[in-house]
C-alpha cells in the first residue's frame, strides 16, 4: 500500500483526528504525507498494524521542512510529544501544526509558545530563559552585555508584577497585545 493509495488508517481513527485539530480530511491526508516521506516503511507498517502511536525519532522529525531551520525545534518537538522526549507520533505531529495553523486561537498558540520559551521547564519565564531565547533568536552572535539589555528591556515590558519572571498570564497578557503573534507563530501545512 503506497503513499498514493488511500491512508492506511481508520476511517473512526479520521474522524477523530479531525475531532482534536482545527484541520480538515483533505489537510490531514496531506499532513500524513509528509509524516510518511520521513521514514516510508515504518510508518505505513506502524498504521497497518493500528499502532497509532507508533514514534518517530526526534532525528527524524526535524529533517521536516516545518522544523529544519528553526532554532527552537528541539524545544517544539518536546514540548508537543506526549513524552516530552521529543520524539513524535502522528498525533503529536498533527497536534504540533494544528495549534501552529492560523485557525488556532491565540491563547492556545500563547499556552504553546509560553511552553517552548520556558526553556529549564520550570513554569515561568525568568532572566536565563529570556537569555536563551535572544541568543537563539540572534544565533547567539550578540555580546553578553548586549543580550542583558534586552533581557532588561523585555522583563521592563513583559514582567508585570516586577518579580523579574515572565509568569503564564504575564505572557498572554502581552500576547494578546500583539496582533503579529499569530501570523508569526505558525507553521505552513
Known sequence: MGSSQSLPMSEKQMELYQEETFFTRKEIIHIYKSFERLSELKVQA???????????????????????????????????????SGNMSFSDYLDMLSVMSLEAPKDLKSAYAFKIYDFNDDGMIDRTDLEELVNRVTGDRMRTEDVDGIVDNILKECDLDENETIMALEFEEIIQKSPEFTSNFFMEV
Open 46 to 84: 506502524a498504521f497497518l498494524q493500528g499502532n497509532y502511536n507508533f514514534k518517530l525519532d526526534y532525528e527524524e522529525i526535524i529533517l521536516l521542512e516545518e522544523l529544519r531551520n528553526n532554532p527552537f525545534k528541539d524545544r517544539i518537538c518536546k514540548v508537543f510529544s506526549d513524552d516530552h
